[in-house]
């Protein structure tokens, strides 16, 4: 079946940087596509979502771009903090999950 | 506050045994999501349900069962006939979905740890 996957399972980035977290997706009909943080021992959290009529999405320090020509989803956090420091999944409209990178962010 | 409760966050039980795990969600929320996830995995889908009385087998439905009596409530089974149950389960609900999939980003809980030696 169709199935959502990321480029890396390991990041690491230096406080006050900007990260970038990439997702591939295979389903070229898919339409909606979510970012979710996971930290330690607690249920995924959404952090912005995008649909296909659209590009680039903003929020609070964040930003979900979107290549459909490519298939391809990043997510840019700005002014990365400790508090940063989790599991990033993407997911598309069926709700499946890619296996997520951990991103760690050093002081 | 609105939210999903999972409970208990740890369990243990014998091998042999079937074990219930509870969610429930008062965001009525029509859809509800049972996942399973292994230590450094992403999460995979067990089961999920669009409306009261009716749910659809996920990505690894053997082994478990669910039912969907209220729309508060989605328990998930996990049987004896589960071979590797030992797992870290997510339960989350979403307020739209269509017929190819969730419309809102889902909502979870904060899991059940199941330990089954």
């Known amino acids: 079946g169709e199935s959502v996957g990321l480029h890396l399972p390991t990041l690491s980035v230096q406080e006050g940087d900007n990260s970038i977290i990439n997702c591939a997706y295979s389903?070229?009909?898919?339409?909606?596509f979510i970012w979710y943080k996971q930290e330690s021992g607690k249920g995924p959290q959404f952090i912005i979502d995008?649909?296909?009529?659209?590009d680039k999405r903003q929020g609070q320090r964040v930003t979900v771009l979107l290549n459909k020509t490519v298939k391809h989803l990043s997510l840019q956090i700005a002014a990365t903090q400790p508090g940063d420091s989790a599991v990033y999944f993407c997911a598309e409209k069926d709700m499946r999950f890619g296996a997520g990178t951990r991103l760690t962010v050093k002081p | 506050d609105g939210g999903i409760t999972q409970s208990p966050k740890y369990l243990f039980r014998k091998e042999g045994q079937n074990v219930t795990l509870s969610c429930e969600q008062n965001?009525?929320?029509?859809?509800m999501y049972w996942y399973r996830q292994d230590p450094g995995q992403g999460l995979r889908l067990i089961y999920y349900?669009?409306?009261?009385?009716?749910?659809q087998k996920g990505d690894i439905a053997e082994g478990y069962s669910v039912s969907r009596e209220k729309k508060e409530s989605f328990p998930l089974t996990v049987t004896s006939a589960q071979k590797n149950p030992t797992a870290f389960y997510l339960c989350?609900?979403?307020?739209?979905?269509?017929?190819?999939?969730?419309?809102?980003?889902?909502?979870f809980g904060n899991g059940t740890r199941l330990t089954v030696t």
């Open positions: 965001l009525n929320h029509d859809a």
């Open positions: 989350a609900s979403s307020a739209i979905r269509d017929s190819w999939g969730a419309v809102s980003p889902l909502h």
């Open positions: 349900s669009q409306i009261v009385n009716d749910f």
């Open positions: 995008i649909r296909s009529n659209m």
């Open positions: 389903n070229s009909a898919s339409d909606y």
